[in-house]
C-alpha cells in the first residue's frame, strides 16, 4: 500500500537557518502530494501542495518540489523564524474527493531565538 | 477553502461516559472525514461521512464505539462512546475544497482527555 516517510525529529534550528525536511513516498499510481502544517495547540493546515512530477508548492516561503524519480517531495524554506516552530506532515492522495490520504509520521520543528 | 468549525474544542471527560463533537462547515460539501490524532502521532482516519449514508468505517474502528451522523451537506457529529483514557486524543474534522478535487482541510481538532 501507499506510504510517506520523513525525516525523524525534533529538528531544532536557530533563526534565520536554512531548513529541509526530507519526505519520500510509496505509490502506486501518480499521487498528488502535500506540507501540512500543526501549531502548538491547533488543527492542521495546508501549507502547500503539488500534484503532477516537477510541480513546485510554495507558500510562507517554504517550498516542496515533486520528484517522481526520487519519489521525494523535501520541504525547504531559506531562513526560518521563531514562529515556524511547530509539527510538519507530508502526506500524499491518489484518489479525487480527499479519500485515501496517507499521513507521514511527522516531523517536530523548534526555532529557537 | 471551507471555514471549519468544531465543538467542543476541548474538553476533559470521565472514563465510561461518551462525547459528542460537533463539525459546521460554512459551505456544502460531499465528503466529510473524521481523524484521530494520539498524542505525539500522526493522523489515523476513522471514517469517512456522505450525507444521506452510512459513514464507512476504517479497519479498526467500529460504530458502536464512534457513531456518526451526517444530516445534511454542512454538519456532522462523531461520539466517542465508552471513553477510556486510550481515547485521549485530537479529533479532527475534515473536508473537500469547494470544488471538489483531492485536497482536504481540517478544523481546528477536539482535544479531548478522558481521566
Known amino acids: 500500500g501507499d506510504s510517506v516517510t520523513q525525516m525523524e525529529g525534533p529538528v531544532t534550528l536557530s533563526e534565520e537557518a536554512f531548513l529541509t525536511i526530507n519526505c519520500t513516498y510509496t505509490?502506486?499510481?501518480?499521487?498528488?502530494l502535500f506540507w501540512y502544517v500543526q501549531y502548538p495547540g491547533e488543527g492542521l493546515q495546508l501549507l502547500l501542495k503539488?500534484?503532477?512530477?516537477?510541480d513546485k508548492g510554495s507558500n510562507k516561503g517554504f517550498e516542496a518540489t515533486y520528484r517522481k524519480e526520487t519519489t521525494s517531495f523535501h520541504l525547504e524554506k531559506g531562513s526560518v523564524q521563531v514562529s515556524d516552530s511547530a509539527v510538519y506532515f507530508c502526506a500524499l492522495s491518489e484518489r479525487n474527493y480527499g479519500q485515501n490520504f496517507v499521513f507521514g509520521p511527522g516531523t517536530r520543528l523548534s526555532v529557537l531565538p | 477553502s471551507a471555514v471549519i468549525s468544531q465543538k467542543p474544542s476541548r474538553d476533559i471527560c470521565q472514563r465510561g461516559t461518551s462525547l459528542t463533537i460537533q463539525c459546521q462547515v460554512d459551505?456544502?460539501?460531499?465528503?466529510m472525514f473524521w481523524y484521530r490524532q494520539q498524542p505525539g502521532q500522526s493522523l489515523t482516519l476513522i471514517a469517512t461521512?456522505?450525507?444521506?449514508?452510512?459513514?464507512?468505517?476504517e479497519s479498526g474502528f467500529v460504530i458502536d464505539k464512534f457513531p456518526i451522523s451526517r444530516p445534511n451537506l454542512t454538519f456532522s457529529t462523531l461520539t466517542v462512546s465508552n471513553m477510556s483514557p486510550e481515547d485521549s486524543s485530537i479529533y479532527l474534522c475534515s473536508v473537500t475544497g469547494q470544488s471538489g478535487g483531492n485536497t482536504i482541510y481540517f478544523g481546528e481538532g477536539s482535544w479531548l482527555t478522558v481521566v
Open positions: 459551505s456544502q460539501v460531499t465528503m
Open positions: 461521512a456522505n450525507q444521506g449514508s452510512e459513514a464507512t468505517y
Open positions: 505509490a502506486t499510481g501518480y499521487p498528488s
Open positions: 503539488a500534484t503532477k512530477a516537477d
